[in-house]
């Protein structure tokens, strides 16, 4: 069977919500009234971006050094290295934007992983976005479906790993869960099993004490 780890990118890879910085950063006080809707269900995570989008102004300049300064969680090279290591894959699978997300990936050295993630493009009057993985049947209605890759893998050992709203839906349907923040509260506020950790080292440890476990049954059953 094999072993495919889907990983959240804003706040799970990178050190803060790159997107969530951007916007606040750069669109001063604006941004308020469209989040409080969003929470309020009033609109969708899809329009919620699109109009956070219309209120960021074309400084790309600023926005790339800011980009480079939040940068990824160091400890996510090594649990890459551990994954490869055992032929296991890793999938990135973002509600974020591919814009910020390349960048910091190039940098890193890590331009060579899986990434699935709606789109940014900066013009000479703001920014442009698509959702080219949004769907109409998602049932948390968010701008990129992460159920569709996790269902893709049906019958291998999926494990999510994430912090955020838009993780909840394709986490329940993995065979384990690593969360934190909203993704963690989520999971508890339902009866969700999952693992709670800090960074990706909390994950391999983890990682590695199922497999021993896991071993450890095996020769016990035989």
């Not at 074309?58 to 480079?68: D, S, V």
């Not at 993630?117 to 948390?140: A, H, K, M």
């Amino acid at each position: 069977m094999k072993t495919i780890y889907f990983v959240d990118f804003d706040h799970t890879i990178s050190r803060r919500d790159v997107w969530d910085t951007l916007v606040k950063t750069f669109s001063y006080e604006k941004w308020k009234g469209i989040i409080k809707e969003y929470l309020r269900g009033e609109i969708s995570s899809r329009i919620c971006n699109l109009r956070l989008a219309e209120i960021v102004p074309p400084r790309e300049a600023e926005a790339r050094e800011l980009i480079y300064q939040i940068g990824i969680d160091p400890t996510f090279h090594e649990f890459v290295r551990w994954t490869q290591e055992r032929q296991a894959e890793l999938i990135i699978v973002s509600d974020g934007f591919d814009y910020y997300i390349d960048l910091l990936l190039q940098k890193e050295g890590l331009d060579f992983l899986t990434c699935y993630s709606n789109r940014l493009v900066w013009t000479s009057t703001g920014i442009e976005v698509e959702f080219p993985l949004y769907r109409d049947d998602c049932e948390r209605d968010m701008a990129h479906c992460k159920c569709q890759h996790v269902l893709r893998y049906a019958g291998e050992q999926r494990i999510y790993i994430g912090d955020g709203i838009s993780d909840t839906c394709a986490a329940r349907k993995c065979e384990r869960i690593y969360a934190k923040h909203n993704l963690l509260s989520y999971c508890r506020e339902h009866g969700i099993a999952c693992e709670e950790f800090g960074d990706f080292l909390d994950v391999l440890r983890a990682e590695e004490r199922f497999e021993a476990e896991r071993q450890g049954a095996a020769a016990s059953a035989s």
